[in-house]
């Protein structure tokens, strides 16, 4: 089975600052690797993905993560946050292999202070 | 195109009631993943029908069941209603059936239970 840690709850930072929110994952098998992002009210929109291949990732809105398998994480980063990038950020992991469902972290709230 | 959509938008319960709640998915997809999503926590898989078949099945009680019909729409089924059934619940849909295809969510829908 695959579980995921997020290890900050909370991250505030101030606007056109970089930031970083951590992401590790625990699998005895391969995995696939995602972000996504949730709005208030809203479902959730997904920022990007780790299927193969480069391990560094871009996705939309300026984000991009890294996989590192060696350490087991799949960190978010942005060189510099806007206000429209308050919300809540969650990290989720599926086996590579056969169809399994997406196991989420607990989540992320990003804060963007102006 | 539209995304995919989720009713009702809300839901108020009492315990012991039955809830249905639906999903429409986005057309061409053929696969629809239902999760739960309590208050503070990230959102947690229940059923994945892929092909009006169960593909997947995550760790809910049997009061938890799911159907799709013939048009690849859903709907989610709750019977005797616990007041730990409060959560947002998502409805996502995706082309395919595999971990690796991209899975768009619903609004969700907001159940409470009093």
């Known amino acids: 089975a695959q579980s995921v840690t997020q290890l900050d709850s909370q991250v505030p930072v101030f606007e056109e600052a970089p930031v970083e929110l951590r992401c590790n994952y625990s699998s005895s098998v391969s995995v696939y690797l995602f972000w996504y992002v949730q709005y208030p009210n809203q479902g959730l929109q997904l920022l990007l993905k780790y299927l193969s291949g480069s391990t560094l990732v871009k996705g939309i809105n300026g984000f991009e993560a890294e996989f590192n398998k060696s350490q087991t994480s799949f960190h978010l980063r942005k060189p510099s946050v806007h206000i429209s990038d308050t919300a809540e950020y969650f990290c989720?992991?599926?086996?590579?292999?056969?169809?399994?469902?997406?196991?989420f972290g607990k989540g992320t709230r990003l804060s963007v202070i102006a | 195109d539209a995304g995919v959509t989720q009713s009702p938008t809300h839901l108020i319960k009492t315990r012991g009631q039955h809830v249905t709640l639906r999903c429409s998915p986005i057309s061409g997809h053929k696969s629809v993943s239902w999760y739960q999503q309590v208050l503070g926590q990230g959102p947690q898989f229940i059923f994945q029908y892929y092909e009006k078949e169960e593909r997947g099945r995550g760790n809910f009680p049997d009061r938890f069941s799911a159907r799709q019909f013939p048009n690849y729409s859903s709907e989610l089924n709750v019977n005797a209603l616990l007041l730990g059934d409060s959560a947002l619940y998502l409805c996502?849909?995706?082309?395919?059936?595999?971990?690796?295809?991209?899975?768009?969510f619903g609004p969700g829908t907001r159940l409470t239970v009093l």
């Open positions: 989720a992991v599926s086996a590579s292999s056969g169809n399994t469902p997406l196991v």
């Open positions: 996502a849909s995706s082309w395919g059936g595999s971990s690796y295809n991209e899975q768009f």
